[in-house]
C-alpha cells in the first residue's frame, strides 16, 4: 500500500518556527518529485513547494525567503522548515509526490498525505 507519513506542525505564534516531515513507504515506482500543498478554510488547495529527484526546487512566491524544503532520497523523505510564521499560513499541510506511471505511456500518479495542521497566532 502506498502511503505517506506526516509529521510535525502545530501552534506556534508569529514569527515562530515549525518543521515539517514525510516519508513514503509502499511507493511502486520511482518518484519524480515530492513537495507540500497547503488548504486554508474556504480555499483551494495550493503548492508550497516542491523538490525533484535531482533537487530542483520551486518555491511559491509567498514562501520564499521563510520556508526551505529538503529531501533524503535514500529514506523518500521530504522536509519542510518553515521560519518567520504568519497568521496567514495557517492551514492544513498535505504532503505530496509524483510518481512514475503504472504502465508505458500512462500518466504519473500523484499520492497524498493525509495533513497536518499548521496554526500561527497573531
Known amino acids: 500500500q502506498e502511503q505517506l507519513v506526516e509529521s510535525g506542525g502545530g501552534l506556534v505564534q508569529a514569527g515562530g518556527s515549525l518543521s515539517l516531515s514525510c516519508t513514503a513507504s509502499?511507493?511502486?515506482?520511482?518518484?519524480?518529485?515530492m513537495g507540500w500543498y497547503r488548504q486554508a478554510p474556504g480555499k483551494q488547495r495550493e503548492l508550497v513547494a516542491r523538490?525533484?529527484?535531482?533537487?530542483?526546487?520551486s518555491y511559491a512566491d509567498f514562501v520564499k525567503g521563510r520556508f526551505t524544503i529538503s529531501r533524503d532520497n535514500a529514506k523518500n523523505t521530504v522536509f519542510l522548515q518553515m521560519n518567520s510564521l504568519k497568521p496567514e499560513d495557517t492551514a492544513v499541510y498535505y504532503c505530496?509526490?509524483?510518481?512514475?506511471?503504472?504502465?508505458?505511456?500512462?500518466?504519473?500518479?500523484?499520492?497524498w498525505g493525509q495533513g497536518t495542521q499548521v496554526t500561527v497566532s497573531s
Open positions: 505530496n509526490i509524483q510518481r512514475a506511471a503504472d504502465y508505458e505511456f500512462g500518466p504519473p500518479v500523484r499520492v
Open positions: 509502499g511507493i511502486r515506482s520511482s518518484i519524480n518529485f
Open positions: 523538490i525533484t529527484s535531482g533537487g530542483e526546487i
